[in-house]
């Protein structure tokens, strides 16, 4: 059975500070897709990014970086110089690939990011 | 070019009642999943469809139940309503054969008395 915790329940920063959101899944499949949501207080899951289980690149875009790591099956999420706009739930999420697609996707309880003006 | 779209925003049910959910996937997609999410927890897959059929289903109790029309839009049927029920459901569409991102609708707030 798939799994993906997320330790942290709630981080509060303060805003310009550095977060790292952490992630760690668990699957028997050898293809699969991570993703991670953000959900604002409106409640739109906003798709971030998608990583397959091939493609160990991390990847950077603006202030969001992402570290895969097979290794420690992990998958974290930093936000660099955080702004008051990033508070949100985030969510670290995991699917099987059954050919047609992602399959249904495994979601974590979330971390609740505040950033402090 | 709309997104995701669900109807109601909100509803209220009691116990035992029956509640039907609509979902009109993004243009060009033809897949659609269903999830739950009680407050506080994460997102929980419940099926998904594809053309016309479910294809996958997660840990849920046949009281839900949906359905895909030729359009490609779905609803979600849940009998016997209990307070349990009560949560955020959401609806993901994408394109069959790509693993792309599935866009998530605004929700369904249900509230079950």
């Known amino acids: 059975a798939q799994k993906v915790t997320q330790a942290q329940t709630e981080i509060s920063v303060v805003e310009k500070e550095d977060v790292t959101l952490d992630c760690v899944y668990e699957?028997?499949?050898?293809?699969?897709?991570l993703f991670w949501y953000k959900q604002p207080p409106s409640g739109e899951l906003v798709f971030l990014i998608r990583?397959?289980?091939?493609?160990?690149q991390n990847e950077i875009s603006g202030r969001y970086s992402w570290n895969f790591q097979k290794s420690t099956s992990s998958f974290n999420f930093t936000i660099t110089a955080s702004q008051v706009v990033d508070s949100a739930v985030y969510f670290c999420?995991?699917?099987?690939?059954?050919?047609?697609?992602?399959?249904?996707?495994?979601f974590g309880k979330g971390t609740h990011l505040i950033i402090q003006p | 070019d709309a997104g995701v779209t669900q109807s109601p925003t909100h509803l209220i049910k009691t116990r035992g009642q029956q509640v039907t959910l609509r979902c009109s996937p993004k243009?060009?997609?033809?897949?659609v999943s269903w999830y739950q999410q009680a407050l506080g927890q994460g997102p929980q897959f419940i099926f998904q469809?594809?053309?016309?059929?479910?294809?996958q289903r997660g840990n849920f109790p046949d009281r839900f139940s949906g359905h895909q029309f030729p359009n490609y839009s779905s609803e979600l049927n849940v009998n016997a309503l209990l307070l349990g029920d009560s949560a955020l459901y959401l609806c993901?569409?994408?394109?069959?054969?790509?693993?792309?991102?599935?866009?998530f609708g605004p929700g369904t707030r249900l509230t079950v008395l």
């Open positions: 243009s060009g997609h033809d897949t």
């Open positions: 699957t028997r499949d050898t293809t699969y897709y």
């Open positions: 990583r397959n289980s091939f493609d160990e």
């Open positions: 993901a569409s994408r394109r069959a054969g790509e693993a792309n991102e599935q866009f």
């Open positions: 999420a995991l699917s099987d690939y059954s050919g047609g697609g992602a399959d249904g996707l495994t």
């Open positions: 469809y594809y053309e016309e059929e479910e294809r």
